[in-house]
């Protein structure tokens, strides 16, 4: 952090200007409070200063709370936030809010707390504390109704999303629109209120207007509830609101101070903190500093266009990125080429892209069957078939095409990233770039690190997947990477529920009741079963000893690979997705117990929930330990944003640190004891077992 002052002080003419300029958005940090009162005191002290303007920079008046902060004891310590505002409010010289660019949370809170507010057409103004659990706590609850209405400011603190000012002009909340420069105009404001000797506007003063407030609160509840099922913020913003029609302005203070103090300690705040913290964190590697040279990527050539090259060749041509497509043979090229545009196509009927647009992005696609048109690319990322000797000749020849200073990529789920570097003369210049399927959809991005990857490569494509609009995480070579290897865990675990008395239906019941998109063997089905079977059994001939068979071979070895043949661990109706149980999928579990000698119990749902989840942190630990992930909250962006696990639990790592370390442990101990388990499995990971007994967690 820098050592500048956190504020501005000057006085033109009669009216001091107090100019907040802790960047980059004015988070109201300690520092930023302090300079805040002092501005105002010395205004007060001075005679010949009749008002004050408070004002930011072009990019924000102010973002809100100082991230930087959260967490620290500096964010309690005073001035705080309200007394800050409540400073400001009871100034005997009128006090002026000019506010351009962004003025969010406690940014609009603070502005809230003027006697005046003026602000530029584009400014942003809202209060989004909503998106991290919380509600408003500085008063927005209480004064934003007063200015405009219980509706809007219900909708604006529900659903946290910013309003242009423009919207506002002519309300109480903005008393004028500035056109030109906003200091000059906001003086020029200020100086006609103290002429015109206009009354100091309190918000706190002013009344809430809404006909039946009551009735149209009841409504709010009902239709909030319905939709925030997993989150409690929402209904609590709507109670903090409606204080602000039924109390006082200091008993409605009281309220909305005590639902915020609540919400703070809900896990459903803390996970949404956590992600919003650990999806900053993840773009930063801690040997490959900030000041990095970044190499230039004006264009990328893809290797196959098949399911993923075709959605990752979206994911460039919709950030303006040209993309050269390469194919082995004319069929499959067009075949691709044909889903990109059928893609398009569906999104221009649902009115999200114009026709104009769709022409646009096709433009921007290269196809080819040669690769000459690589001569010329910065980055290549190959998304052949999944086998070793189709890469090396892909990487071979990529090797001898492509121009000096390039960076060549592989989409590759599990094969060994230093073995496909070591291809080429040029390990350095290789990476792994792990995309989800839709590629085109999915947020998240597995950016793999060989052993001889060079720093610039990396810096270069995470700064990259920012300007195709992914999240990108940081992952060492290892089988599966993060995700796959976790997931893997994960599906031996529910195999074990299975085995030991469940069926498919209550397992994939517990797991969508604890908020997974999606239980694991509706997953499986949709994904297609013949994919892992494949994989199975390719190990089980390379080592029939190590091999263990399990129900989904089964499955497979009957012609159900899933949705794709109408039958899997469900079946399906022709033309449609709902799964139905199958009485055969349950004589096949039955003849499997029966086979290797299981006598089935019952499973209880939280005993489905703690093996499925439990055995993926033990790996998630396990993966922290051999430096495969930098940090655990990586883990949980991968968990969340790859594999639909539940935002309201903040990822698998944090669900541990919430139920408690040593409480993971005991469950993990009690699988482990289980007659026919099997134990090395269970075994609690010793990076677990370390932090459990420092009484530390992963975040
Ligand atoms: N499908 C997924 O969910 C997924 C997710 C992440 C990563 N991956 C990985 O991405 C890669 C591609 O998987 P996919 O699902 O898109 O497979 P796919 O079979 O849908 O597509 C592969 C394409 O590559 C083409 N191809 C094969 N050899 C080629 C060659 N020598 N030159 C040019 N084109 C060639 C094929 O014609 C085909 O169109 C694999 O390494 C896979 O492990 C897949």
Request: glycine content about 10%.
């Amino acid at each position: 952090m820098s050592n500048q002052p956190s504020t501005q002080y000057e006085v033109r003419g009669a009216v001091a200007v107090v100019t907040l300029t802790n960047p980059p958005v004015n988070g109201l940090g300690h520092a930023l409070r302090v300079g805040i009162v002092e501005g105002l005191d010395r205004a007060l002290a001075d005679p010949k200063v009749t008002a004050l303007v408070i004002t930011g920079t072009d990019r924000a008046f102010s973002g809100g709370a100082d991230v930087r902060e959260f967490g620290t004891p500096k964010s309690g310590w005073e001035p705080n936030l309200g007394n800050v505002i409540k400073a400001i409010e009871g100034s005997s010289k009128p006090v002026v809010a000019a506010i351009a660019g962004v003025a969010l949370g406690g940014g609009l809170e603070l502005a809230l707390g003027a006697h005046f507010r003026v602000a530029k057409a584009d400014a942003q103004l809202g209060l989004p504390e909503v998106k991290l659990g919380l509600l408003p706590g500085a008063g927005g609850t209480q004064r934003l109704p007063r200015l405009v209405g219980l509706e809007t400011a219900l909708n604006m603190i529900v659903s946290g999303a910013p309003v242009p000012a423009a919207k506002f002009a002519g309300t109480p909340l903005l008393d004028a629109i500035i056109d030109g420069d906003l200091v000059d105009g906001a003086v020029k404001f200020a100086e006609k209120a103290v002429a015109d000797k206009l009354p100091l506007k309190r918000v706190r003063d002013l009344k809430v207007k809404q006909p039946n407030a009551e009735a149209f609160l009841q409504f709010a509840r009902n239709t909030v509830g319905a939709v925030s099922k997993n989150f409690p913020a929402p209904l609590k913003c709507v109670e903090a609101v409606a204080a602000s029609v039924g109390k006082s302005f200091d008993e409605g203070l009281k309220t909305e101070r005590d639902l915020f103090l609540g919400l703070m300690q809900t896990p459903e705040s803390r996970a949404l903190r956590h992600i919003f913290q650990a999806e900053r964190a993840a773009s930063k590697i801690s040997d490959v500093p900030e000041d990095t040279p970044i190499r230039d990527i004006k264009s990328v050539g893809i290797i196959g266009a098949g399911t993923m090259g075709g959605g990752i060749a979206m994911s460039f041509i919709n950030a303006g990125i040209p993309v050269v497509l390469l194919e082995a043979k004319q069929e499959a090229l067009d075949k691709g080429l044909a889903t990109i545009r059928k893609n398009y196509e569906s999104s221009l009927k649902k009115g999200k892209i114009t026709q104009a647009k769709l022409d646009e992005r096709l433009a921007l696609i290269t196809p080819t069957l040669s690769y000459d048109g690589f001569k010329n690319v910065d980055l290549a990322i190959e998304a052949v078939f999944e086998s070793i000797e189709v890469k090396e000749t892909v990487f071979k020849t990529l090797d001898e095409v492509m121009k000096p200073g390039s960076i060549l990529a592989s989409n590759t789920s599990a094969l060994n990233l230093d073995q496909i570097a070591a291809f080429t003369k040029r390990p350095q210049d290789v990476i792994g770039l792990h995309f989800f399927s839709p590629a085109n959809v999915m947020r998240l991005l597995e950016v793999v690190r060989g052993a001889k990857t060079g720093k610039d490569v990396l810096a270069t494509s995470m700064q990259l997947a920012k300007k195709i609009k992914k999240i990108a995480v940081v992952s060492g070579v290892c089988d599966g990477f993060i995700g796959n290897r976790i997931v893997a865990r994960y599906g031996a675990a529910a195999n074990e529920a299975l085995n030991a008395g469940a069926s498919p239906q209550q397992i994939d019941k517990a797991l969508e009741k604890f908020g997974l998109a999606m239980g694991i063997y509706r997953m499986g089905d949709l994904a297609g079963l013949d994919i892992g079977y494949a994989g199975r059994k390719r190990r089980k001939e390379a080592n029939p000893d190590a091999y263990i068979p399990i129900v989904a071979d089964r499955l497979a070895e009957a012609g159900r690979f899933g949705q794709k043949t109408g039958a899997g661990f469900y079946k399906y109706e022709a033309g449609k997705r709902d799964p139905i149980p199958d009485p055969a999928v349950d004589q096949m579990i039955t003849d499997f117990r029966k086979e290797r000698g299981i006598t089935p119990r019952k499973v209880s749902d939280e005993e489905i929930v703690e093996r499925a989840i439990f055995a993926m942190v033990n790996e998630g630990a396990r993966i922290l330990e051999e430096g495969i992930a930098q940090r655990a909250s990586d883990i949980d962006i991968v968990y969340l944003n790859g594999y639909g696990f539940p935002a309201h639990r903040g990822g698998p790592m944090l669900y541990a640190d919430q139920v408690g370390l040593p409480n993971v442990i005991r469950a993990l101990k009690r699988f482990a004891a289980e007659p026919g388990s099997d134990a090395k499995f269970w075994t609690p990971a010793p990076l677990l077992v370390k932090l459990a007994e420092e009484g530390k967690s992963f975040n």
